[in-house]
């Protein structure tokens, strides 16, 4: 599977974004996609999944009702809506997909079997 992720940029802060990410193959069975992301010099950091099926979504602690996830099954897409952006949302967001279903650690790197290749999102002051 390969993931392709888009709509990263320059933004204010206060200003929105869209993330997309497009998996090359239709998503079935019990898995989980969304995004991290990584910050110069820090860790890779948990941002939001969407599991499918179903609608369970999850998202970072610091997200505090900032984003919103979604997909487009037709497309195989999900999307990651960035509102009121902060300077510390600078980033690489990579979008991600679970080989299968992930029963434990929703937020942990290696529950992921699949990467992109990371969209860059810089939140200016």
């Known amino acids: 599977v390969q993931l392709q992720a888009s709509g990263g940029g320059l933004v204010q802060a206060g200003g929105s974004l869209r993330l997309s990410c497009a998996a090359s193959?239709?998503?079935?069975?019990?898995?989980?996609m969304g995004w991290f992301r990584q910050a110069p010099g820090k860790e890779r950091e948990f941002v939001s999944v969407?599991?499918?099926?179903?609608?369970?979504?999850y998202y970072g602690d610091f997200v505090k009702g900032r984003f919103t996830i979604a997909r487009d099954n037709a497309k195989n897409t999900v999307y990651l809506q960035m509102n009121s952006l902060k300077p510390e949302d600078t980033a690489v967001y990579y979008c991600?997909?679970?080989?299968?279903?992930?029963?434990?650690?929703?937020?942990?790197?290696?529950?992921?079997?699949?990467w992109g290749q990371g969209t860059q999102v810089t939140v200016s002051s």
């Open positions: 193959e239709r998503t079935s069975g019990r898995v989980a």
């Open positions: 991600v997909r679970s080989h299968s279903v992930i029963t434990s650690a929703i937020t942990d790197p290696q529950s992921y079997a699949y």
């Open positions: 969407i599991r499918w099926p179903g609608t369970t979504t």
